[in-house]
């Protein structure tokens, strides 16, 4: 019995480390894509402010939607708008947190 020649070591070792770099090239292409996406496509119009969990499946976000901020319950099957106002109108001193909902949702 001999031992296999060090050349397919050495094969297996570098077909390894490139499909290691071909993984990471693309990864970095993928983050360029994507930041040249983001900034082509100009200012978001939809931001996620903050959430918070109320129980093991549910949460209350907090989501602007270009001037405006609407309180959102979330659960498993269903989105419910539970409250939105105006952050123009809330009052230039005022936080989102801090500012009280203009109108209630049904």
């Known amino acids: 019995m001999s031992n ?3 050349i397919d ?5 570098g077909s390894l480390l490139l499909v290691l770099a071909l993984l990471g090239g693309m990864l970095w292409l ?3 894509l994507k930041a040249m996406q983001e900034k082509n496509s100009g200012p978001r ?3 996620l ?4 969990s109320v129980g093991v499946r549910q949460k209350i976000a907090l989501v602007r939607v270009g001037t ?3 309180l959102v319950g979330m659960t498993p099957g269903q989105f419910t708008a539970l409250a939105s106002w105006d952050t ?3 009052g230039t001193n005022s936080t989102a947190s801090g500012a009280a909902p203009q109108e209630p949702l049904p």
């Open 4 to 6: 296999p020649p060090p």
């Open 9 to 13: 070591w050495m094969r297996t070792a």
């Open 30 to 32: 993928l983050k360029r």
């Open 45 to 47: 119009q939809m931001e």
């Open 49 to 52: 402010m903050e959430t918070l």
């Open 68 to 70: 405006r901020q609407v």
């Open 88 to 90: 123009a109108s809330a």
